[in-house]
């Protein structure tokens, strides 16, 4: 649990208070960008746990009588939001991750969980320690946020309750605020269906060099599906209630490679709609005859058991079925992340004959303004919008006639071309989109019915982790897209993740991909580079 919040209901949630971190003078070296898998806690002597005031590891459990907890960080550890001077840290206790209750086999009492912090991997030098109680209301899971560290420096970091050690995790905090980094180095991905594949992507990004990971939404998928590869949803139904929610979490982040890939660096996660349900648009499900005031309890514990589960700071946890999640991070003067929400306020999907109204909206006003804001008083070269769903027009059928996604962009088109306008006044404007299961490369145009039209954006669209299962080069309506959407330059539908490389004077992209998700062990590879000039919006290809 994280420190002191109102409740849904206005009453204070009476949860301890994360002790601010406790540093000391450092003056080791930095530490090796080697990534840290996960595994067993390694390099764990008696004497650092005792330092942490924990009992040494022959020591009799914290209280005399309490059956021993076995094995409780099966769901890993993980880093999120790096700050410059810290960043949020997260586990989770579950010895028994899919137990029906959704509570991962913990007994019924609240648990305290210490933490430490460090430059070294075998914490021979502590930077920051501290306590945190947990209990069952909130799934016993653990959000610290760490402050006072170094900024852009590496730290290790891991958790004990009782006699048991997680796994280590490493994280790095963000740049210091003015200064000039020389590279950032982040990856985004989206949609990682259980059911339909191996994890192996999410292991292959464990292994690259990176300062951060941006999740675009659709960590697990709501469904009941079980798929064909031995791979089945649990529970084995559609999920609405709190327990059910939890459960689906908790299967989704037993996977190994998803844990290695939450414990080599510092996530920066949104949601999408499956999160809760398909193409849910504010209070309103999709394409079902639900009552909103329902649909909102199911949102609320939904939210709550996403919050659970993700490495997000307390200004980020849900307050009944509202969530707080469009942020932004910035990464000194280089690169500006502004994180979006395209479902909490976002008008219901309409026809395509209603798609020009101007009332319609994706980002709700609040959000707008904000977003606004923060584009005209960027001091950084290059600012980045991470979101969901596609932003650039996509024109589905041959000729004259059009056709367009009625859960994209394409259906608030009003609002995405005042958004649209506005990064054409931004420095180096980039969207990151997920959502769609296949890789594509944009000009965002001034006009978008104008292919003369000035290029005032780059959108880059990542595949699925695993959605869709194992993919293939182009389905044969690609073809027409690209014909009818001169603005988009590439299509591709294998599974894996788009890594950037972010420098002063350009961006590059490289789209990686695995050849198969159906079974495991698939090596991962460079499908295509493509480049971004400082200065010029729109991609070049390199080779």
């Known amino acids: 649990m994280s420190g002191t919040v109102p409740s849904p209901h206005g009453s204070p949630d009476q949860t301890p208070v994360v002790p601010s971190a406790r540093t000391r003078s450092a003056s080791a070296p930095a530490t090796t960008r080697r990534q840290v898998l996960v595994g067993g806690a390694v390099g764990l002597g008696a004497a650092a746990l005792v330092g942490l005031g924990a009992p040494a590891a022959h020591a009799s459990p914290v209280r005399r009588g309490w059956a021993r907890v076995s094995d409780p960080f099966t769901l890993g550890v993980a880093s999120g939001d790096p700050l410059p001077d810290g960043v949020v840290l997260w586990t989770r206790l579950a010895p028994d991750p899919l137990a029906e209750n959704g509570l991962g086999g913990m007994p019924d009492r609240r648990a305290q969980v210490l ?5 070294h991997e075998d914490f021979r030098g502590i930077t920051a320690s501290g306590h945190v109680e947990t209990g069952p209301e909130a799934a016993y899971s653990v959000h610290v946020e760490v402050n ?3 900024p852009g420096a590496d730290y290790f970091y891991r958790f004990r309750t009782g006699n048991e050690i997680s796994p280590v995790g490493r994280t790095r905090t963000a740049p210091a605020p ?13 949609c990682q269906n259980y059911t339909h594949g191996h994890y192996t992507a999410q ?4 292994q690259e060099d990176l300062d951060l990971v941006a999740f675009l939404g659709d960590y697990i998928y709501e469904g009941g599906g079980q798929g064909t590869i031995g791979r089945g949803h649990l529970p084995a139904y559609e999920t609405t209630s709190l327990s059910d929610y939890r459960i689906r979490h908790a299967q989704y ?3 190994e490679g998803l844990q290695a890939a939450h414990a080599a660096f510092p996530w920066a996660v949104v949601f999408d709609d499956h999160e809760v349900e398909n193409n849910w648009a504010d209070d309103t499900s999709y394409g079902e005859d639900v009552d909103p ?8 514990r939904a939210f709550q058991a996403y919050y659970e589960h993700m490495p997000l700071r307390s200004a980020q946890r849900p307050h009944g079925p509202d969530l707080q ?7 000194g003067d280089l690169f500006d992340l502004h994180l979006l929400d395209t479902r909490q306020y976002r008008s219901v999907q309409a026809e395509d004959g209603e798609r020009d109204d101007p009332a319609r909206t994706l980002l709700g006003q609040r959000q707008r303004e904000w977003l606004f804001d ?3 008083n960027s001091g950084a070269r290059w600012n980045v919008l991470a979101q969901q769903v596609f932003f650039s027009q996509r024109d589905f059928t041959d000729g004259d006639d059009a056709t367009y996604s009625d859960d994209a962009w394409d259906n608030y088109r009003v609002e995405r071309d005042s958004v649209r306008d506005r990064l054409a006044s931004t420095a180096n404007p980039v969207v990151v989109t997920g959502d769609v299961h296949a890789n594509y490369v944009c000009d965002v145009k001034a006009d978008f019915d104008d292919p003369d039209s000035a290029t005032v954006a780059t959108e880059l669209v990542g595949t699925s982790f695993t959605s869709g299962g194992d993919g293939m080069d182009q389905r044969p309506t690609d073809a027409v897209q690209l014909q009818e959407n001169p603005h988009i330059h590439y299509i591709n539908r294998r599974r894996g993740y788009v890594r950037n490389v972010v420098t002063p004077t350009e961006w590059t992209a490289d789209y990686r991909v695995v050849d198969y998700v159906s079974e495991p062990g698939a090596p991962i590879g460079d499908l295509a580079r493509f480049v971004i000039d400082e200065g010029t919006p729109g991609v070049r290809p390199r080779g």
């Open 115 to 119: 933490w430490q912090v460090s430059e």
């Open 148 to 150: 006072g560290l170094r």
């Open 178 to 190: 003015g200064s000039s980094p020389e590279r950032f180095s982040f990856a985004f991905a989206s």
């Open 203 to 206: 292991a292959h990004l464990a």
């Open 253 to 255: 982040k037993t996977d």
């Open 293 to 300: 005031e329902e649909f909102l309890r199911r949102r609320a």
């Open 325 to 331: 999640l469009f942020r932004r991070l910035s990464f």
């Open 374 to 376: 923060g584009l005209a």
